[in-house]
């Protein structure tokens, strides 16, 4: 069966991208390949054995589009309000907290955080599908 192992993101500013990504959701560089054009710097958490896979073009000054397909990583966490609180004091700009509901029934509970480079990360409580 195949295995999902990374998701590839570009980013402006490498350090500032392993910054927010360590701030944020505790994921460290767990590889780094560095080129004489590019990095690669693949980031990991405890409980993951997928990475996300930063990629830095050292010549590149403008920034990076998204475009119209990207959507979002999403991420899921414990405890969503003590995350949301921890993102909010480390300056990293959380969205509200959003519930998704059919009818009466909770589906999903989330709120978004961006990058410093602009890519959207959904941070769910683990709950229901998503786990």
Same mark, same amino acid.
């Given at each position: ?23 944020? !959701?505790?994921? %460290?560089?767990?590889?780094? +390949?560095?080129?004489? #054009? @590019? ?47 921890? !993102?909010?004091? %480390?300056?990293?700009?959380? +969205?509200?907290?959003? #519930? @998704? ?31």
């Amino acid at each position: 069966m195949a295995k999902i192992i990374h998701v590839m993101i570009r980013c402006k500013d490498l350090e500032a991208s392993k910054a927010f990504y360590k701030t944020a !959701f505790g994921l %460290a560089p767990s590889h780094e +390949l560095d080129f004489p #054009t @590019f990095t690669l710097c693949y980031l990991r958490g405890p409980e993951n054995d997928m990475e996300i896979e930063l990629t830095y073009n050292k010549d590149r000054e403008e920034p990076y589009t998204h475009g119209d397909g990207y959507g979002h990583v999403a991420i899921c966490v414990d405890d969503l309000e003590a995350e949301h609180a921890r !993102f909010a004091a %480390a300056g990293l700009n959380p +969205l509200e907290i959003k #519930t @998704f509901r059919d009818g009466d029934t909770v589906l999903a509970q989330f709120f978004f955080v961006q990058d410093p480079d602009g890519y959207k990360i959904e941070v769910l409580k683990k709950l229901g599908h998503y786990q």
